[in-house]
């Protein structure tokens, strides 16, 4: 007996959110940024849009800092060292980059996710980025970090064709 095969298809959910820190410097080599995402809706099909959401932090490093020398007189660049945490990822991952970066995290929301909407047990999210300069500011200058987090999400559809729209989340950044 044949057996038919029927496509899945799915609603993309994604948005991006700039979560630039401020330069990193002799007097301040570390810095903490803090986004939390607020589910605001449902998707179309009444399904969660939290329930199976990544977050994918990309960036790069320009880094005006003077360059270490190592023992044979090689440079050694300053770079920066990120890890990214969420609710869901408590073990940060981490990267070491001298030019760009890039790190996926699963979310986790708490809160009254089956009705979003709610005010008083909102339905909420965090991703924590600690980004450290890895000559922990010694050598002067500046490193300028530019970063965004892509926040998605795909949810399974009863019907084709696949459909991309933008997550029904609220974006707050705090540096800290």
Known sequence: MPTTT????????????????????????SATVE??????????????TTYSSVVRVQGTVQ??????????????????????????????GEAVALTSFDLTRAMRFDGGC?????????????VQLQFDR?????????????????????IVKSDAPDEELPLPWAFEVMLQ
Do not use: M
């Open 6 to 29: 029927k496509a899945v298809s799915f609603f993309e959910l994604s948005e991006t959110v700039a979560a630039a820190p401020p330069e990193l410097t002799a007097d301040r080599p």
């Open 114 to 126: 089956a009705a979003p909407g709610d005010q008083a047990s909102p339905c909420r999210g965090t």
């Open 134 to 154: 890895s000559d922990a500011g010694r050598n002067g200058g500046s490193v300028r970090i530019d970063c965004g987090l892509i926040f998605s999400t795909r």
């Open 63 to 92: 880094d005006g800092a003077t360059a270490d020398v190592d023992a044979a007189g090689g440079i050694i660049p300053s770079g920066i060292t990120i890890s990214a945490k969420t609710d869901a990822s408590p073990l940060a």
């Open 35 to 48: 986004v939390t995402a607020t589910a605001r809706a449902l998707a179309p099909n009444g399904q969660s």
